[in-house]
């Protein structure tokens, strides 16, 4: 049973464009939420995060933006830069500090 | 600042042998957390430990066990090992609390023979 999900496996994105990012999940339980950037060999990196009070929080060149009814969150990064290039996880957590992960969305940023 | 630490980086097993893999947290930083990424998958929760109790439990079996210390650094033990452990092992820290987020070592990536 996969409460979290990112349906996109890979995504390409041009340099210096918009890369939009997917995740959905089904506990309705869940009220915070996480993105981490992860590059090989190395663990996650913490990029921002959300609570279900929230629609939107901005960080920089990165947006996360939550839909509670949808049950559907996005991460939002403009402008694309190479450096962005890595496995993006989607995470959330509801009450016991426990995370739960989605498998991952590889982002490729063509230069 | 030092982030979370994870020793060993690499470890190669053979099936039914024992591994103790050690995390030192982020200094403040007073819950731990440990999670299994296998190839291709997400993070999976293993244990969450917070002042050397054992707060949260996944979907684990039992011979998957971990400790805290009083320095809040923590150890994770698997014995009897099988093929299917080999995965990365992370280690998260946190601040105690709800909405804390959770900082990740670089793991330790566990090879089963």
């Known amino acids: 049973d996969q409460q979290v999900k990112q349906n996109s496996p890979s995504l390409s994105v041009q340099e210096g464009r918009i890369s939009i990012l997917n995740c959905d999940y089904t506990?309705?339980?869940?009220?915070?939420f996480l993105w981490y950037k992860k590059y090989p060999a190395e663990g996650p990196t913490f990029l921002i995060s959300?609570?279900?009070?929230?629609d939107k929080n901005e960080d920089g060149r990165f947006t996360v933006f939550l839909n509670k009814s949808a049950k559907h969150l996005s991460l939002h990064i403009v402008p694309s830069q190479p450096g962005d290039s890595a496995v993006y996880f989607c995470?959330?957590?509801?009450?016991?500090?426990?995370?739960?992960f989605g498998t991952g969305t590889r982002l490729t940023i063509i230069p | 600042d030092a982030g979370v630490t994870q020793s060993p980086t690499h470890l190669i097993k053979t099936r039914g042998q024992h591994v103790t893999l050690r995390c030192s947290p982020i200094?403040?930083?007073?819950?731990v957390s440990w999670y299994q990424q296998v190839l291709g998958q997400g993070p999976q929760f293993i244990f969450q430990?917070?002042?050397?109790?054992?707060?949260g439990r996944g979907n684990f079996p039992d011979r998957f066990s971990a400790r805290q210390f009083p320095n809040y650094s923590s150890e994770l033990n698997v014995n009897a090992l099988l093929l299917g452990d080999s995965a990365l092992y992370l280690c998260?820290?946190?601040?105690?609390?709800?909405?804390?987020?959770?900082?990740f070592g670089p793991g330790t990536r566990l090879l089963v023979l």
């Open positions: 430990y917070y002042e050397k109790e054992e707060r």
């Open positions: 506990n309705s339980m869940f009220d915070y």
């Open positions: 998260a820290s946190s601040l105690v609390g709800r909405q804390e987020t959770q900082y």
């Open positions: 959300i609570s279900s009070i929230k």
């Open positions: 200094s403040g930083h007073k819950s």
């Open positions: 995470a959330a957590e509801f009450g016991n500090e426990k995370l739960t």
